[in-house]
């Protein structure tokens, strides 16, 4: 997206400037016209213009949004946003105040993903909310809302609201001395290659021009040089335009392998050796905790506790002594982030405070920088991306989105990219998760690491109006199967602690947790087992008829494959295997799978 024009209306860049403005009425002035809706209605306290839309609710069992369709295309940025003020608004902690969102759906009508940045609450003059939304490639319908949380009662003002087009631009996606540089349309733009040295001087520079029609792969070689740690800078401008995009990212010459890499297959390497990282999120880190989660096969913790914690080097030693390796979050420290801990300095100086404390860690196996964070924080992300590669080149960085449409934009700021479709609960299907895990696969590129969350909480242990519903022993494997036929080459389930989340409640029973248990440890040692054909990197997803899906996964002269039926009902996993291959004496394979059903068969040539 252009930065300059996102920064600029992210820090409250008057309405009439967004043009085309694709909403009707944005400023009240016809009350509710173009707008759906009741309950609203004009107000003569206005922020720009005569009007506004005021809108007052005593009743907090009372829900209404008042919304339009947006003229808005897949894949597009859209920024949009809107004036508030606010009087004695209140609610629930977790969820409550005035703002306003924008949300998708397909083309049945089914709802995709959405943007629901943190309005208002107590009693405000007019503040500027807004965020920017990257439009999913399979919405067919896109809206935009303003409304009072769910539970939250008082008085709002709405003014200027709007959703403006940010026209797309050439990107830069570099790893190491390979860039692929990606234009909307066919032009001809300027590439610049800096080199830095440790002490931030140019050591080299280069600048070439060239013809782009979609993309194209830009090696840059760097001249003689000491061997050290370098910084690669390069910016792509646009010939026809003028817009620049850059990029930053570590150039190691003649150093010593990482600790722990990424490699050229999108592969976690570990002193030289490819694993997969099977984890799980918890924050309850105790001996007996660790030692179940290690027992069920995981090799990996993700805990949020120790972004600052005072015993983090305890938490480290525990984990060691049960062979587990630690994702450290610091996903936390950003200004304007609302899990940010207190600080009398900056975030960015915390930061280093932590890395520079726990990098030697020996079981550290990824820092995690970003937990769902929005566009607006991307250039705070980015920073803590390149100040972990300057602070710590062993180790990588790493991120969840929940939104697959903005992958793209985060390349730059991680080196591992997951998303989390959390479907069980939320649909009658698994399809997300193989969707999901696909444009994460895309957006890598082959030379990130594409990693995926794994559903094992139940919805309702954020929301205790829901209905309690957690994921079958079927639905977890049917969810990771279908992450690994997509390609992941990493997976965490989330998350142990909310397994326990009926304690608060009074309504635990250790029974169930013990054979919910298990049955998560049924798929995690399954999956462990199949870690020398996932490591290969030799393998297809096969192109199917009907729901199911299935990947070949090759090690030499054999073979494993998985299927999975993604839907609520039964299906046949029909397919043809490819020539040479074999299970037992048959190729054609026709294999029934149960609602939820997964499978894995091995191959011979």
Not at 323 to 350: C, E, H, M, N
Request: net charge positive.
């Amino acid at each position: 997206m252009p930065a300059i024009a996102a920064a600029a209306l992210l820090q409250g860049m008057p309405p009439q400037e967004c043009a085309p403005n694709l909403l009707q009425n944005p400023g009240f002035e016809q009350g509710l016209q173009g707008w759906r809706g009741e309950g609203a209605g004009r107000d003569n306290a206005a922020h720009g213009g005569a009007a506004s839309l005021r809108y007052h609710n005593q009743d907090a069992a009372r829900y209404r949004t008042f919304s339009q369709t947006v003229a808005a295309q897949p894949g597009q940025a859209i920024a949009f946003g809107v004036w508030l003020k606010g009087r004695g608004l209140k609610g629930a902690p977790q969820d409550r105040g005035a703002s306003v969102y924008i949300q998708s759906f397909d083309a049945q009508g089914r709802f995709l993903e959405g943007r629901y940045p943190t309005g208002i609450v107590g009693n405000s003059d007019w503040r500027h909310i807004s965020a920017l939304y990257r439009v999913p490639r399979r919405a067919a319908r896109v809206t935009l809302g303003l409304y009072l949380r769910r539970g939250t009662t008082g008085t709002a003002w709405f003014d200027d609201a709007y959703a403006c087009v940010l026209s797309p631009q050439a990107a830069l996606y570099p790893a190491g001395g390979r860039t692929l540089i990606e234009t909307p349309y066919p032009q001809w733009v300027t590439i610049s290659s800096v080199l830095l040295n440790r002490q931030r001087k140019v050591v080299d520079q280069t600048n070439q021009r060239r013809y782009i029609a979609d993309r194209y792969w830009l090696d840059y070689t760097p001249p003689p040089l000491p061997p050290g740690e370098y910084r690669l800078r390069q910016q792509v401008t646009e010939a026809p335009t003028g817009r620049r995009r850059g990029s930053e990212i570590a150039l190691d010459i003649g150093q010593p392998t990482p600790t722990v890499a990424i490699d050229g297959q999108g592969f976690t390497r570990r002193r030289g050796e490819r694993i997969f990282p099977l984890g799980i999120y918890t924050t309850r880190s105790g001996d007996d905790d660790l030692a179940r989660i290690a027992a069920a096969g995981f090799n990996s913790v993700l805990n949020y506790h120790y972004g600052v914690g005072k015993d983090a080097d305890a938490f480290f030693r525990r984990s060691r002594r049960h062979g587990l390796q630690v994702i450290y979050a610091i996903k936390d420290l950003y200004g304007g982030s609302r899990f940010a801990p207190a600080t009398r300095g900056s975030y960015a100086a915390l930061a280093a405070a932590q890395i520079n404390r726990l990098k030697n860690q020996p079981n550290l196996l990824a820092w995690y920088i970003n937990d769902e964070l929005g566009l607006e924080f991307l250039p705070q992300i980015a920073a803590r991306h390149q100040q972990v590669q300057r602070l710590d080149r062993h180790h990588p960085t790493f991120q969840v989105l929940n939104k697959t449409a903005t992958l793209d934009d985060y390349f730059n700021s991680a080196d591992i990219l997951a998303t989390d479709p959390y479907p069980v609960g939320s649909e009658t299907h698994l399809r997300r998760t193989l969707h999901d895990t696909q444009q994460t696969v895309r957006a890598a590129r082959g030379v990130k690491g594409a990693w995926m969350v794994i559903q094992i909480m139940d919805h309702a242990a954020y929301d205790s109006r829901r209905q309690a519903r957690a994921p079958t022993e079927d639905e977890i494997r049917a969810q990771a199967w279908l992450a690994l036929i997509g390609g992941a080459r990493g997976l965490l389930f989330y998350s142990y602690n909310d397994l326990f989340y009926q304690q608060q409640r009074g309504r635990f029973k250790r029974a169930a947790f013990e054979a919910q248990w298990r049955g998560i440890a049924r798929v995690a040692r399954q999956i462990n087992s199949f870690s020398p054909y996932l490591l290969t990197g030799d393998g297809v997803t096969l192109r199917l008829a009907g729901p199911a899906a299935a990947r070949i996964f090759v090690r030499g002269d054999s073979a494993l494959l998985l299927g999975a039926n993604p839907e609520a009902y039964p299906v046949t996993l029909r397919l043809t295997l490819p020539d040479g291959w074999r299970h037992q004496t048959r190729r054609t394979l026709a294999v029934p799978l149960p609602p939820f059903g997964a499978v894995h068969l091995p191959l011979h040539r």
